[in-house]
């Protein structure tokens, strides 16, 4: 029965659907359940470092009810949007509807739609990288797939990997400087994958090519199935979901930094390159995301058996919380810079 505490994710969806239902104020139910009640909720919930024993991990790896959880939301995410956006076409919202239409369906897309494809992209089955990559649709983010996996799983916690923070940079320069780099990125990575295959960069194996084509149709199909201004909202709840990546990109390795040994490379990630979180709630709505640490120590670790490490930098409110905090940077490095390791910060500086 404990298992059943991941349904807690579908919540966010759910609320979704009940404000785009009622419409009016009750389309920020889910901002303001996200960004307001969680994090409140975090303040007084307790912090669990306990680990599974191997008994217990063998038996969560061999239960499919994990991987349903996460499939479930390609169908879920996908009728979510359709339901927002035909909604939308169809009716006349004001101003501040519109708002919370995009932020509610963005953080559907941020939330249920990338926190999920970054699960699925990283197993070994073809079938759910797909799935993945099509929850990154929505948020206009199927690069990620890309720059994720071959880009910042090598470089993180280094000066090389755009979606590692830099010490005392803020939230916005990092935002504007990761959403750029990594786009960038991918497109380099996607040609060095086909130059180590003799594949021409113009050729149709060329994902970065099909990631374009995909992204570009969907909007297109959504205004000639809806209407032009529906588009313009779509990119908007896109920018919303990508942006709830990036904040947190932001919290996992801010100020963290690896070794650099005398021949240029960097020693191996370890516990210590991540942050990580314990918060009961922000682990069950994230999908143990907050449990980086170990998921960067062993990439294909599926998220009901990642482990917590003593030695790991520990953020000091859940990822929800945190997310707010973030937002204000002075707030944020108040509260942050103090549990930043000093040897991290002398290789920052």
Same mark, same amino acid.
């Given at each position: ?12 969806? !759910? ?11 009750? %389309? ?130 280094? /000066?090389?990997? /755009? ?22 990125? #991918? ?26 084509? !995909?992204?570009?149709?969907? %909007?297109?199909?959504?205004? !000639? ?13 896109? !920018? ?10 932001? %919290? ?24 990580? #979180? ?50 204000? /940077?002075?707030?944020?490095? #108040? ?15």
């Amino acid at each position: 029965m404990k298992d059943l505490k991941y349904l807690t994710a579908y919540i966010v969806p !759910i609320l979704s659907v009940l404000g785009i239902y009622y419409r009016g104020y009750s %389309l920020y139910i889910t901002p303001l359940m996200v960004f307001t009640i969680v994090p409140l909720i975090e303040l007084v919930m307790p912090s669990l470092t306990n680990n599974l024993d191997e008994a217990s991990k063998e038996s969560k790896l061999k239960n499919k009810f994990f991987d349903i959880l996460l499939w479930l939301n390609v169908p879920i995410i996908f009728s979510v949007l359709f339901y927002g956006l035909f909604t939308y076409s169809t009716g006349d919202f004001h101003t501040y509807e519109t708002v919370g239409l995009v932020f509610s369906l963005g953080i559907v897309a941020g939330s249920n739609g990338i926190n999920v494809a970054h699960e699925l992209g990283h197993r070994q089955d073809s079938i759910e990288r797909y799935l993945g990559k099509i929850l990154l649709l929505p948020s206009l983010y199927m690069h990620f797939y890309i720059e994720h996996n071959y880009g910042h799983h090598v470089n993180a916690a280094t /000066p090389e990997d /755009p979606a590692t923070a830099r010490f005392n940079e803020n939230l916005y320069a990092f935002w504007w400087r990761s959403v750029t780099q990594q786009y960038i990125n #991918s497109w380099r990575i996607q040609n060095r994958l086909l130059k180590g295959e003799n594949q021409s960069f113009f050729t149709l194996k060329n994902d970065m090519f099909w990631y374009l084509i !995909i992204q570009i149709s969907y %909007l297109v199909l959504i205004g !000639i199935s809806f209407s032009w201004m529906t588009t313009v909202v779509a990119l908007c709840i896109a !920018i919303v979901g990508f942006s709830l990546l990036e904040i947190i990109n932001y %919290l996992e390795h801010y100020g963290l930094r690896r070794v650099q040994k005398k021949s240029g490379r960097y020693e191996v990630v370890k516990e210590i390159h991540s942050w990580n #979180s314990n918060h009961v709630l922000g682990r069950i709505l994230l999908y143990e995301l907050t449990r980086h640490s170990d998921h960067h120590y062993r990439t294909n670790k599926k998220y009901q058996v990642l482990d917590y490490h003593r030695e790991s930098p520990q953020l000091p409110y859940g990822y929800p919380t945190m997310m707010v905090i973030a937002t204000i /940077p002075p707030l944020w490095f #108040s509260i942050v810079n103090k549990h930043v390791p000093r040897e991290m910060i002398e290789m920052s500086s």
